[in-house]
Structure formats: structure tokens, C-alpha cells
């Protein structure tokens, strides 16, 4: 179920490639049906998603890959990975519907995405290193082709510089898992046994080293403060569903991995190190916000509060890790916010992309002092950046209020001092007024003249991605209900 | 004696003299002939060592050369590799003078190779380096242009340095341990003169590095890989260094711990991968790039080298990164001779929108030797790397991490070009008539290969660690 999950995606991107004569608007529903299909997948596997005994998987699959070293092809989810698979693959589906006016190559454009889809899919699912490593270069190599084929502006300079930054964060991260497996006792890869073997407990300084390498990779995939100034380039001058897939998508591979690798293998090395995550977490939150509220291009602004909400993730598993007996409920609280924003981020990230990909298409200029007024001649897309802007802050009602406040009140708990945090939503909330106010307000001028409203294939790209945000701010115990026990083995983990 | 074990170096051999002897009596466009003679030598060759693989490991010609799981693994790469080649030379070479005598030189310069992967004895070492580098020089030559000339020249000086070289440090060696066998020289080097060990087995890698083409005695191979036409680069880059890195594995592996060799091979191997990604950066010809980008492949590829002996991993791994890089290092030079004119990385703005499939090829490629998942380097590259930490190198697999990452940025300046809207004024019809249909289909074989083999690693690690 996992794989077919998986590899459908490649599948059709294959058959796509190997079909040069199928017409364009044939490639363009193709991809939108192939999508639509996973992600019914995806909702059958939830249906029939019970959570695993602490430290195992649901759904696994596993093959013999290359025994020599030990790793293999095993796959399978839990409560960490199955909200991501979902996000996955519904921030797809959005991508495949809005691109149905996209003109240039879409059979091209489709089979790339159909590609980058397997791939993202696959490293959420992975329990191998190896495997889990395969899936964050292909996702590199992938996004690369996106930016410098469709993108626009600087594309070639900016792909080259996302390509370089982020494939040196990513051999870090095989530095650290080399490490992890030489460490181990037999020798392997497979994630499952690592966690249950906790290889460099008691070699402080071997495992300070092999964490330093791990963090490393996945700070810069997050990214976190200092490793993201590869990010506003990447997303100035991508295209927008490949914005949409990069915030929504990618930037949770470097999150995910902290939970699903960092933090149950290497559990010694966390606790004594969390502080200076907690750190980071801060710096990023408020670094990101003030740059953001800086700016004056929409998008770089955008992809800035990306790294203020990432900020957020990193905070509070960098909390999780300050372990004290009374806090055990606090920290899994955290953990389970920390999860919840990666949703809510992807989903609330990737609908305000393809916003600003509205806007470049149609009046080519993501200049916020260039518009004025829009809410007058495009008053759906006024509604749904209303929407998108308040889930983004977190305002109560939307997912991000379920996730922050959960982060909040499992992070004081365990460590006060990441109360200076709170100082982000502040920043935030202001800067996304202000950009609401200075795009969508006032008279119609500059830009805003003769702005066409939403189209029914943007819309129902941008609309169900708000909607989800909104199901989940309401109704939180549907995803909750999958993460908290997941949330609570990891707790445990980390305080062994 | 026992020389039917040496089959497949025979037949490859008896190949080249008749291509040599048949291309003398055939006609100019008769030539594809010796091609074909060329051609079924080396799959016989291929077959013979293949069937040979599972067998026991066993020695010829009184204990001078070996026939294990290494020594097959290399006949099978080598004769393959060779065979691509000739699959580049249908299109570079066919129906020009010369033809046949490239033939022969290749099957020569190959049986040579092989020579050096199974030998068991110093002096076996010496004939196997003499016959891969003769031949070698006459085939960077044999294009009469002024730059393959002066690769010529410098390849030969270069190679009789380092020949005379190896032939001191066998010298040596047998002077203060009256062997050249290595069954004898295991125990004997152990109680012989540090001083003087030191000395000869230094000497001797370095005769092997030349041939490996890795720093210090690296050169002659990006001229070689620019002036020489492309079938004989690709050749030169390739397959020479498959017996050169076993011969050097097999003297390291028998080395005692009287000197840190570890370190010196782990210094050699650091020295080459940095050297030739350094100088790799600013070049504008693209297999002169790939030149440089061979010399860094050796670093890598010296790194299980290093750690002979000390890890389980070390020697499955090196015959992986050996098959592995045979593999892609071919396609990306095959990409190179579809397009004889596109001699500048320039030149190759918008190849990939005007030929899918040969982007699509020289992009696994690049990656593949960059050492991106799936493609089988990658696996070579992470099971070196494992061997390396896992003998308690773990400094030098950082830095051959560190090093993989900086050659990103010039695969990528090829890379980059590839999917550009602009194709060069005057090139897509000159592309029409002269992309070599031979060099595509090996291109985009190889590349397919490159990423099969990564997937089925598992089975090809099964069989190099019998």
C-alpha cells in the first residue's frame, strides 16, 4: 500500500515522459488525476491507520536493498510521518490543479512534479538512512530543474545556489549517518533498529559530533538561522508551484528529520545539546519575522515568515529535549505542536505562494507598494489572502493557532526563557496587516488596474488548502488524535 | 602453469594481433572488420571471466598471478568498458586510417590492465604497466593534431619517468627481501629495512598512480583527455585505472605496519580528489573537465585503497566504485563524442531541449559522478566512505564528503547550460548529421546501467564479496 503510494506518482511521470505524443491538455489532467488518486489513497490509509507499539511502524514493507551494508528498501508511518504523507500529497493535488493554465512544457512541467511528489512521499515513509537519504538528494536534484527550468528573474543563479547550499547540508547529513552506523552494533542503516539501539550513548563527544553533522543537514534544509539565505533567492525566482512545493513540502523534510532521526537515535546527545536548538529556534523565529517584516516583495516576505514558523518546529523539539520529570505532559505537547505546525505550515504556505503566483502572472510584480485597492477588482482572491494571512499568524479558528499554542504551552512549561518567542506571532500578525492593508485597501492604483479576479482553476487550488487549515483549526482532534501517541513515544525516547 | 586460466587475457590479446594483422589486408572501408573481431574478443573475454566469478580463487604461472573474485570482477569491467568504447569509435574512427591499429592498441592497453589486476608478483606489476602504457602512448598520438602530439609527448615522458621509477622501487624491494612474490614479501617486508621498504614501495605507487592517474603523477591525463580524439579519452580515463587501483589495493593490502601506509595512500588519495576538483572549477572544454574530474575519481577511488585490510567493507566497496565509475565516466565521455563539435561547455546551452534523451544521459551521468542516489557511485561512494570510518578514517570520509560537495559546482556549470532557451546559432544543424547514433545509444545505455546497478546494488555487492 505504502509503495503503491509511493511510486504511482513515478509511475505516471515515467509514462508521461515515455508518451511524447500525448497532447498537453491530456498531460495536464493526467497529473491532475494521478494526484486526485493519491491522495484517495492517502485517505484510505488514515481510515485504516491504528498507531503502532512504541518504536515500530504501521504499514510497513521491507525488501532487502543492499544487505553488504545493511540497508534495505523499509518503508512505513506513524503518527510523525502520516499527517506529512497527507499534507504531501493534498499540497500536490493543489499544485496539479493550479498548473491546469500553465502553458509552458506542462508535460514536462507534470512529469517533474510527478517525480518530486514520489520523492517527498518517499522520505516521509522511509525507515532506512539510506533510503531517507536517497529521497532528500532526489528532492534536491528535482527542485533544482524546477527553479532553473520554470522560474523566472535570476532562475539560474538562484537554482544554482539553492543546489549547492542545500547538497552540502545534505552530505552532512550523510557524514552523521555514516557515523550513526558505524556507531551501531551490528552495523546498519535501518532506522527502527538504530532508534531501539541508541548507538553512541555514552561517547558524549563522538555523538556531539555525529549530531552536530545530522543538525547541520537538516538546519540547512529547514532552514533555520544561519543557514537560510539560500531560501528568499530560491523562492523569488521559482515558479509557483514550485514555491508552493519547496515551503510547503521540502522545508519539512529538515523538520522531520529532526524528529524522526535526531532525536530517538541520538537521545543523549540531544538533551545535552537542546539548549543550543532552543537557541536557534528563537533566533529564527524572531530574525525571521523582523527580516520579513522588512521586506517589500511579497514573496521574499512570505518565504521570510517561513523561516519564522520553522523557527517555531525547531523550538519546540529543541524543548522536548530539556527533560525534567515534571514536564514529561509539557513536552509532548510541544512535540504534538511541533508536528501540527508542519502541516499547518505546508498548507498555509503553499496557498499563499500560489497567491503571489497569481499576482505575478498577472500583473508581473510582487512589489507590495506597486498594488493598492485589489480587494476592489479581485475580491476572492482578497478573501482567501484574508484567510491564508490569519492561519499564518494564528489567529484562533485556523490551524496555526492549534499548532503555535500547543508549541507555546508545552515550550514555557519546559524551558520559560522561549516566552521571548511570543515576540514572533506579534511581528507577524503586523507584518501580514500591513501587507493586507497595503495590497488590498485604499483606492484601486498601479498594479491593482484591471487585475482579473480568480479563476475556477485557482481557486480550487488555493480554496481547499485554506479550507483544510480551517477543518483543522475546528476540528483539531481529527489530526491530533494520530499525532499525540506518536508525540508521547518520541518524549519518551528522548528521555531515556 | 596452468594458462587456461589466463583465457580471457589471451583471447583479448590473440584479438588485437588479428585486428592488427586482418586491418593490414582489408580495405579502408572494410575496416569495421577488425571492429568486429575487436568486438567478440572482448565478450568472449567478458563471458569467459564471467563464467569464471563464482569459482574458487586460484593462482597461474607458478604463483605470479591470481584468479579470484577481484581479478574476475576486473576482466568483466575492463572487456565491457573496452566495448563501449568501440561502440564510440563506430562513430569517431570508422573508415579513417588508422582504424584497425586502434583496435589493437585497445585490446593491448586492456590486456595489460588485466595483467596488472591479477598480478601476485612485483615483476608481473612491471610487464602489466609496460603493456597498458605502450600502447597508450601511440593512441593519445595517433590522432596527428598539435595538441594530441603534445599529449603524446607528455604522456610518454611522464610514463617513462614513472616506469623507471617502478622498475627502482621492484629493484629495491627484491634487494632487501630476494622475492618478488608477494606469498614471500608478506612475511620478508616485515623484517626487511623500513628505510629501504619505504622507498621501494613508494616508488612503486607511484609507477601505479601514473597509471591510475592520480596526484602526483596526474599530468598527462587532462591533456591526454582533451588532445586525444574522444574514443581513446574516454579509454585512457577509464580503463586503465581498473588494474592500477587493484594492483595497488593487492601491494597495500600485503604491507606491514612497520610505516603508517594507511596514511600515506589516505594523504595520496586526499591530495588527488581536492587537486583535481580544484583545477576542475574553471575549464571550458568539456573533456578537459572530465579530465580533471578523473583525477579527483581517483582520490575516491584510492580511499578503500588506504584502508586495505582494516575494514570488511574495503574491498567490495572498491570493486563497486570500480564498476560503478567505469559506467558513468563512459557515458558522460559517450555524450562528449555524440557531439564532436560542441567542444565548449558554451556550446551545450539548450542541448537538452533539442535532444531529451541525451540531456536526460549526460545528467544521470553528472550526478552519478557527483555521487547522487541512485546511481550506483553513490552506492561506491558511501560504502568507501563507510570502510573509511569504519577502519577509524573517519577524517578522511568527512573529507571526501567535503571534496564531493565542491565538485558539484562544475558538473553543475555543464549541467546548467543543458536546459537554457537559447540553442547556439549554427549548431542544431550541424547536430542533424553528425550525432552519432553509436556514441547516443551508448550514452543513454550507460546511463541507464549507471542507475540500474544503484538500484540492484544488493546483487552486485553479493558477488564482488564472495
Redesign the interface.
Known amino acids: 500500500m505504502l509503495s503503491l503510494i509511493v511510486f504511482l506518482p513515478l509511475a505516471a511521470a515515467l509514462a508521461l515522459m515515455a508518451l511524447p505524443r500525448l497532447g498537453d491538455g491530456a498531460a495536464r489532467w493526467a497529473w491532475v488525476a494521478v494526484a486526485a488518486a493519491d491522495v484517495a489513497l492517502v485517505a484510505a490509509l488514515w481510515l485504516a491507520y491504528e498507531p503502532p507499539a512504541a518504536g515500530r511502524l504501521a504499514f510497513e514493507e521491507r525488501a532487502q536493498w543492499i544487505p553488504g551494508v545493511n540497508s534495505s528498501y523499509h518503508v512505513g508511518v506513524d503518527g510523525l510521518s502520516l499527517p506529512l504523507v497527507a499534507m504531501t500529497t493534498v499540497v500536490f493535488l493543489a499544485c496539479a490543479v493550479f498548473a491546469l493554465r500553465s502553458g509552458d512544457r506542462p508535460r514536462t512541467q507534470a512529469a517533474l512534479f510527478l517525480f518530486l511528489q514520489s520523492v517527498s512521499l518517499g522520505l516521509f515513509v522511509a525507515a532506512d538512512l539510506i533510503l531517507f537519504f536517497l529521497f532528500f538528494d532526489l528532492s534536491i536534484v528535482g527542485m533544482y530543474f524546477v527553479i532553473a527550468g520554470w522560474g523566472h528573474g535570476d532562475a539560474g543563479r538562484s537554482a544554482m545556489k539553492f543546489f549547492l547550499y542545500t547538497f552540502l547540508g545534505s552530505l552532512a547529513l550523510l557524514a552523521g549517518f555514516i557515523g550513526l552506523y558505524v556507531a551501531a552494533d551490528p552495523h546498519t542503516f535501518d532506522m527502527v533498529e538504530l532508534a531501539e539501539q541508541t548507538p553512541l550513548e555514552g561517547s558524549s563527544t563522538a555523538g556531539a559530533w555525529v549530531l552536530a553533522a545530522i543538525l547541520l543537514g537538516l538546519a540547512v534544509k529547514t532552514p533555520t538561522v544561519p543557514f537560510h539565505t539560500w531560501l528568499p533567492p530560491a523562492h523569488t525566482d521559482a515558479p509557483a508551484i514550485g514555491s508552493a512545493v519547496l515551503a510547503g513540502v521540502l522545508l519539512k523534510m529538515g523538520t522531520y528529520g529532526f524528529v524522526r532521526i535526531a532525536m530517538p537515535m541520538l537521545p543523549e546527545a540531544w538533551r545535552a545539546w537542546a539548549w543550543v536548538i532552543v537557541v536557534v529556534g528563537i533566533v529564527s523565529v524572531v530574525y525571521g519575522a523582523l527580516v520579513a517584516l522588512a521586506q517589500t516583495d511579497f514573496k521574499r516576505m512570505v518565504a521570510y515568515t517561513s523561516v519564522n514558523h520553522m523557527g517555531y518546529v525547531v523550538l519546540a523539539v529543541g524543548a522536548a529535549g530539556i527533560v525534567a520529570d515534571d514536564t514529561v505532559q509539557a513536552r509532548s505537547v510541544a512535540v504534538t505542536g511541533a508536528v501540527t505546525q508542519m502541516v499547518s505550515h505546508g498548507l498555509v504556505t503553499a496557498a499563499l505562494f500560489l497567491i503571489a503566483g497569481v499576482m505575478w502572472e498577472r500583473a508581473g510584480t510582487y512589489d507590495m507598494g506597486a498594488y493598492g485597492g485589489l480587494a476592489d477588482r479581485a475580491p476572492r482572491l482578497a478573501a482567501l489572502f484574508a484567510v491564508g494571512a490569519f492561519a499564518s499568524l494564528g489567529l484562533p479558528g485556523l490551524s496555526g493557532f492549534i499548532a503555535e499554542f500547543q508549541i507555546f504551552t508545552g515550550s514555557i512549561a519546559a524551558a520559560p526563557v522561549t516566552a521571548v518567542a511570543l515576540l514572533g506571532i506579534l511581528i507577524t500578525a503586523a507584518l501580514f496587516l500591513r501587507a493586507l492593508q497595503r495590497i488590498f485597501t485604499g483606492a484601486t492604483q498601479g498594479a491593482s488596474v484591471g487585475f482579473g479576479d480568480l479563476r475556477p482553476a485557482e481557486l480550487w487550488a488555493i480554496g481547499p488548502l485554506l479550507a483544510l487549515s480551517l477543518l483543522i483549526g475546528v476540528l483539531p482532534r481529527l489530526l491530533l488524535d494520530v499525532i499525540e501517541p506518536a508525540a508521547q513515544v518520541l518524549v519518551q525516547l528522548v528521555g531515556r | 602453469m596452468r594458462p587456461a586460466l589466463l583465457a580471457p587475457e589471451i583471447v583479448l590479446f590473440l584479438g588485437g594481433l588479428a585486428a592488427l594483422l586482418g586491418g593490414s589486408f582489408l580495405a579502408r572501408t572494410r575496416q569495421w572488420v577488425t571492429r568486429a573481431v575487436a568486438a567478440a574478443a572482448l565478450l568472449v573475454a567478458a563471458a569467459l571471466a564471467a563464467l569464471d566469478l563464482p569459482g574458487p580463487a586460484q593462482v597461474a604461472m607458478e604463483g605470479t598471478f591470481t584468479v579470484d573474485t577481484t581479478t574476475g570482477v576486473a576482466r568483466v569491467v575492463a572487456a565491457l568498458g573496452t566495448l563501449v568504447v568501440l561502440a564510440l569509435a563506430s562513430d569517431e574512427i570508422a573508415g579513417t586510417p588508422r582504424e584497425s591499429e586502434t583496435y589493437a592498441l585497445l585490446l593491448f592497453s586492456t590486456t595489460g590492465t588485466l595483467i596488472l589486476a591479477g598480478a601476485n608478483d612485483l615483476l608481473v606489476v612491471t610487464v602489466g604497466f609496460l603493456l597498458a602504457s605502450v600502447p597508450l602512448y601511440g593512441l593519445i598520438g595517433i590522432a596527428r593534431t598539435p595538441l594530441g602530439a603534445e599529449a603524446a609527448m607528455k604522456t610518454y615522458l611522464l610514463g617513462a619517468l614513472f616506469g623507471i621509477l617502478l622498475l627502482t622501487g621492484v629493484t629495491l624491494l627484491y634487494g632487501v627481501t630476494a622475492t618478488t612474490s608477494y606469498a614471500e614479501l608478506t612475511d620478508r617486508l616485515a623484517d626487511a629495512p623500513a628505510g629501504v621498504v619505504a622507498a621501494g614501495v613508494v616508488a612503486v605507487l607511484g609507477g601505479l598512480l601514473f597509471k591510475a592517474g592520480g596526484a602526483p603523477a596526474h599530468f598527462w591525463v587532462p591533456d591526454a583527455a582533451q588532445g586525444a580524439g574522444g574514443t581513446v579519452a574516454a579509454f585512457l580515463t577509464t580503463v586503465p585505472k581498473i588494474g592500477a587501483v587493484i594492483a595497488a589495493y593487492r601491494l597495500v593490502e600485503l604491507l606491514p605496519d612497520t610505516l603508517a601506509w594507511p596514511l600515506l595512500v589516505a594523504l595520496l588519495a586526499v591530495a588527488s580528489m581536492t587537486l583535481g576538483n580544484l583545477a576542475a572549477y574553471w575549464q571550458t572544454d568539456p573533456r578537459r573537465l572530465l579530465g580533471w574530474s578523473t583525477v579527483s575519481q581517483v582520490g575516491y577511488l584510492l580511499v578503500p585503497v588506504a584502508v586495505a585490510g582494516r575494514s570488511d567493507?574495503a574491498l567490495?566497496s572498491l570493486l563497486l566504485y570500480l564498476a560503478g565509475y567505469t559506467v558513468t565516466n563512459l557515458s558522460a565521455f559517450a555524450v562528449t563524442t555524440a557531439f564532436p563539435q560542441r567542444r565548449e561547455l558554451r556550446s551545450y546551452r539548450g542541448m537538452g531541449r533539442a535532444h531529451p534523451w541525451l540531456g536526460a544521459a549526460l545528467v544521470v551521468a553528472l550526478?552519478g559522478l557527483v555521487g547522487?542516489?541512485?546511481t550506483v557511485v553513490?552506492?561506491g561512494k558511501?560504502?568507501t566512505?563507510?570502510a573509511a570510518?569504519?577502519a577509524g578514517y573517519?577524517w578522511l570520509?568527512?573529507l571526501v564528503?567535503?571534496n564531493?560537495?565542491a565538485s558539484?559546482?562544475y558538473y553543475?556549470r555543464w549541467i546548467?547550460p543543458l536546459?537554457?532557451h537559447q540553442e547556439t546559432a549554427g549548431h542544431h544543424q550541424q547536430d542533424a548529421g553528425t550525432e552519432g547514433r553509436w556514441s547516443r545509444s551508448a550514452a543513454i545505455g550507460t546511463a541507464a546501467l549507471s542507475l540500474l546497478l544503484g538500484i540492484g546494488?544488493?546483487a552486485l555487492?553479493?558477488t564482488f564479496?564472495l
Open positions: 567493507l567490495p550526478l547522487t542516489p541512485p553513490f552506492v558511501l560504502t566512505t563507510a570510518w569504519d573517519a570520509a568527512v564528503l567535503v564531493t560537495v558539484l559546482f553543475l546548467a536546459y537554457t546494488a544488493g555487492w553479493a564479496s
